[in-house]
């Protein structure tokens, strides 16, 4: 088996193993019952939604490559600019808190976590009555990535590990060779600004608050998870502070946007509106 | 840039303010003068993916130059990216990178690289357009003198360019390669092991009768498989695998795109020169012998070969390649569009006219025998290809002024060459598979069965050196594109390579010790790296400041810190060579002989340095910033 392979069955097995869990445990036996009656119902009612993420998914994968080559040529050259900015922050922090413990934990959480993270919202929220957190969560993402895209193109750029590998280990590529075919497969070493790893992160971080009342048992596990893929970005010297930075604008952003575009449906035709839906009244909700 | 508009904005609001004083002329006489700035100067180096040496210097560099108070703009590109800037477009202040010959090379390489003939051009030859008469008359000189006065001019000549500095010579890497023996051994060691003799020179473990014969002759027919089993069958079968960080080799295969190129280790397989050199050593390749008729004149008579396409190899084709490499447009546009590579040598052929099928006649300048036997190294090229490729570079059927042909500009898709290897399959980004050439002469059988048969003809190896003789020992050669040196070097330790082929930074090493099958090789190589300058910006162009600069780079901090140990500091750019360095030139004692680095117990003396500046005319403000006018 080649390291992609393998490594990418180790990401499954651990996300489809973590979302068991988490579903039994956060959402609970009675709703995911439920869900899985009315699951036809809720995509179809979310099919909007849906659809925008997998069109930017899509075009994402498809136009990623000669973006890149676009941004090679004609993307403004940021690096000497971010670098300039921020001097030698993530090389502190890697100098400041780096131990064998904290590198494995945050190794697992920029791979293992970080997929988990991503993946455990959209099931959540579909397990929900009404579609419109799920829709909202969704949009969100495609948000992220759409944006993010644009900004790779626009802003050429190389990570702390790149230019300062005199004092910024990539902990994660020297502890676990194999993940590098992963994430090269998935991402290129000059798509730096900003970190999506943060910005979606941040964003499932966010929803977690504002859905607390539907989940109680998700935000203190989303909440440390999130802080800590953002944090791992930089102690793993795969992003500068600039791009974190730009991330959580990035994902509140995107969470503010996503409030505004998916308004929570009055359904005339469905006028029963259940106590256990908690649609935010109103939009001022999304930390904007 | 912002602090002097605000000022000049203040200056303007007291100008109105001393206006109705009435002393508007004294005024105008302040604002009008453009206050100092701080210098900036922006560095130009491979991110540490691609390269993980060059950027430490870079970063070391960096530091210095902050610290004697210049703005430094550390920027990171991609390796074609940076090639294109400094050798295409010029559009640089300072770069780190690697010279392009990786063998032991003839002092004549700095005839290309510092010639101020060259300064229009764009590529290799003189990238820095450094225009000094000196630099200038040696060059000619080692090109006409022999012997001991050639020795004279080369030993100026160092001290020259030394002295001058267009480029400092920060230090002479080990090419660090992990190399996996059970399939293939002969890995040179005392120079670059990948290199186009390096790798002609590997043998195959299982020819020597261990088993893996079976699958041997199973991949003997790899080149019919289809693309899904090509991988499959490369990791049982008679293919070498090399795996590298760069993945230009994978989209494209011109050898005369000089920021496409890094050694031209691939593409000096895929194409003949006339003549290889190995070391010191000359011997005819492409030719069966050359003459020197008089001082004018060459005769080079051709081996009977094939390009790839099965077409002949003539007389006519070696005549094209010279009048090409003068000019690509062949006339074809307005201005000659010189070879961004191979400049230097192939300038001193000034005619070529076939004679017959296989003799051509070369006008040579007045040049020593060396010189006229390295003018013989260059990628001949099929002129049924070439010549079509003559007209100006277009996008989408638009002729744009570029100054550039098509044949500079062409990915040269499905390679036709004369070369020990052919093309195979490339995804670009990937992976790229060559195979070997069954009619090159290499593997031709001698002869001496049916010599009566064919009545004169002679030995189709003739001239070539017999550890070439049925080489290359591999029928495939696949190289991956892996993301970083790490990646690659735990591929050949986990057996899935044979070897890498990209520069290893100092922590793959270890990785290398600890893998039980995976062994480190290493040679010195002749790629030195340096800091060049584009002389033609101020205050670059100033060699004194420059000067200062190459006293600014730790070179022993260099190899001990970003090397590991695995460099050699040096001064000479032919510290490499056989070529004598002269004591004055020669790095002795952990310390540079022209430009030592200010030290101060090991890090820079910053007082010293920039005192130095002061001395030759710089001036600094009150918080220290080193001030430039005229930018």
């Known amino acids: ?288 | 840039m912002t602090r002097s508009i605000s000022r000049r904005a203040a200056l303007a609001g007291l100008g109105l303010a001393a206006a109705s004083a009435g002393c508007l002329g004294r005024t105008e006489n302040i604002a009008g003068r453009d206050p100092p700035e701080q210098l900036t100067l922006e560095i130009n180096a491979t991110p540490a993916d691609a390269d993980p040496n060059g950027i430490r210097i870079a970063r070391q560099l960096e530091e210095h130059l902050t610290a004697v108070g210049i703005d430094v703009r550390l920027n990171t590109v991609g390796q074609t990216d940076l090639w294109r800037k400094v050798l295409i477009n010029q559009n640089f202040d300072l770069y780190v990178g690697q010279f392009v010959e990786t063998e032991p090379f003839d002092p004549d390489a700095l005839y290309g690289l510092t010639h101020s003939r060259f300064v229009a051009e764009s590529g290799w030859q003189n990238p820095f357009g450094l225009t000094e008469m000196a630099v200038d008359d040696l060059l000619e000189r080692q090109r006409r003198a022999a012997g001991r006065d050639r020795d004279d001019a080369v030993d100026a000549l160092q001290e020259t360019v030394c002295e001058l500095q267009p480029f400092s010579v920060v230090a002479f890497p080990d090419a660090l390669t992990a190399v996996q023996e059970s399939r293939f051994d002969g890995w040179t060691e005392d120079r670059q092991p990948l290199s186009v003799t390096g790798l002609l020179e590997l043998d195959d473990v299982a020819a020597d009768g261990s088993g893996g014969g079976g699958s041997a002759t199973n991949a003997s027919a790899g080149g019919v498989e289809t693309t899904t089993d090509a991988a499959a069958a490369d990791a049982t079968g008679d293919a070498l695998r090399l795996v590298t960080t760069d993945d230009r080799i994978t989209e494209n295969w011109n050898p005369i795109a000089a920021e496409y190129r890094n050694h031209g280790t691939f593409t000096g397989l895929l194409y003949d020169p006339l003549v290889r050199a190995d070391g010191d050593e000359f011997f005819p390749w492409l030719a069966t012998g050359w003459e020197r008729v008089d001082e004018t004149t060459l005769d080079v008579t051709l081996r009977e070969a094939r390009w790839h396409d099965g077409e002949p190899v003539t007389a006519s084709d070696v005549a094209f390649t010279y009048a090409f490499l003068r000019d690509t447009s062949l006339g074809n546009v307005e201005t000659p569009v010189p070879t961004p590579r191979f400049r230097g040598r192939s300038s001193v052929v000034e005619g070529a006219r076939a004679r017959d099928e296989s003799t051509v006649r070369l006008t040579v300048a007045d040049v020593n025998e060396t010189v006229a036997a390295r003018a013989l190294r260059v990628p001949i090229l099929p002129e049924h290809v070439w010549s079509e490729r003559t007209g100006a570079a277009t996008i989408a059927g638009f002729e744009f002024d570029f100054e550039t042909t098509e044949a500079i500009v062409s990915n040269n898709p499905d390679p036709v060459g004369s070369g020990p290897l052919r093309f195979v399959e490339a995804t670009a980004g990937e992976s790229v598979a060559f195979e070997r050439n069954p009619d090159h002469f290499l593997v031709r059988s001698t002869p001496e069965d049916d010599a009566d048969a064919s009545g004169e003809t002679a030995d189709p190896r003739a001239g070539v050196p017999s550890r070439y003789h049925g080489k290359p020992a591999f029928d495939r050669l696949r190289i991956e594109v892996l993301p970083s040196d790490i990646s690659a070097v735990e591929s050949v330790a986990e057996g899935l390579a044979d070897a890498t082929v990209s520069n290893l930074g100092p922590e793959s090493v270890p990785r290398i010790g600890r893998s039980a099958d995976a062994r480190l090789v290493s040679g010195r190589s002749a790629a030195f790296y340096h800091v060049g300058y584009n002389v033609r910006r101020s205050p670059l162009s100033n060699p004194r400041f420059r000067a200062v600069i190459a006293r600014l780079i730790d070179k022993t901090a260099i190899v001990d810190g970003a090397f590991d140990g695995y460099a050699r500091a040096a001064t000479s750019p032919l510290a490499a060579s056989s070529a004598d360095v002269p004591e004055s030139v020669a790095w002795a004692d952990g310390s540079d002989p022209v430009h030592p680095f200010f030290d101060d117990g090991g890090s820079l003396d910053v007082a010293a340095a920039r005192e130095a500046l002061r001395e030759i005319g710089y001036r600094f403000d009150g918080e220290g910033r080193l001030l430039s006018r005229g930018r």
């Open chain 1, 1 to 288: 088996m080649t390291p992609f392979l393998s490594v990418l069955t180790s990401v499954v097995a651990w996300v489809v193993a973590m979302l068991v869990v988490a579903s039994v445990a956060v959402i609970g036996p009675a709703r995911l019952r439920e869900t899985w009656s009315g699951l036809r119902d809720r995509l179809w009612d979310a099919r909007r939604a849906v659809a925008v993420v997998c069109a930017v998914l899509i075009a994402s994968a498809v136009g990623r490559p000669p973006l890149l080559d676009v941004s090679r040529l004609f993307g403004l050259q940021a690096t000497a600019f971010i670098y300039g900015l921020e001097g030698g922050f993530v090389a502190w922090v890697q100098a400041t808190f780096a131990t064998p413990a904290l590198t494995a934990y945050f190794s697992w959480v920029y791979v293992y976590g970080y997929a988990f993270l991503l993946a455990f919202p959209p099931v959540a929220y579909l397990a929900l009555p009404r579609t419109t957190t799920f829709s909202r969560v969704l949009v969100a993402y495609a948000l992220n990535y759409g944006i993010g895209l644009v900004l790779y193109t626009a802003v050429f750029a190389h990570g702390p590990r790149n230019v300062m590998p005199d004092m910024v280990t990539p902990l994660l590529f020297t502890t676990q060779p194999d993940v590098m075919a992963l994430t090269s497969e998935v991402n290129v070493n000059s798509n730096v600004f900003p970190s999506l790893h943060t910005s979606l992160s941040v964003t499932v971080g966010t929803f977690a608050v504002l859905t607390h009342e539907e989940y109680p048992r998700w935000t203190p596990v989303a909440v440390p998870l999130s802080l800590s893929v953002v944090v791992a970005t930089m102690y793993l010297g795969i992003h500068w502070l600039t791009d974190v930075v730009a991330g959580f604008a990035l994902a509140f952003g995107s969470v503010a946007l996503a409030y505004r575009l998916v308004e929570p449906r009055s359904d005339p035709g469905v006028p029963r509106d259940g106590p256990e839906d908690d649609q935010p009244p109103s939009e001022p909700n999304a930390s904007d």
